[in-house]
């Protein structure tokens, strides 16, 4: 299906919160408005969708600690660099499982 444009009259401050939303996820604005928009549609609660990322950024990183680990990197180095990283991307993300980097 080729993408198609159309003119949209919003209010001055919507497109500032689209423009910085765009910028803190490292998208376009049109990109942006557009994911939002199509989330609009969906099923699952944007806030739902949020925690399904975090939690494969989480799986992740302990995977890739593990392998750091097998290969000599100091463990405890890494869950600090780790849970900094971390809660800084996602200041509210609470793990809640056995395999989380802050419970290693």
Known sequence: ?????FNLRIPEEL???I???ALENGRSINAEAQMRLEQ???DIPSDQVATRYE???EDLLVHLMGNLESKGVHADTLRGAL?????QVFPDFKPNDDNSVNNK
């Open 1 to 5: 299906m080729a993408d198609i444009q």
């Open 15 to 17: 497109k500032e919160k």
């Open 19 to 21: 423009k910085e939303a």
């Open 40 to 42: 609009s549609f969906t």
């Open 55 to 57: 939690k494969i950024v």
């Open 83 to 87: 849970k900094v990283t971390r809660t």
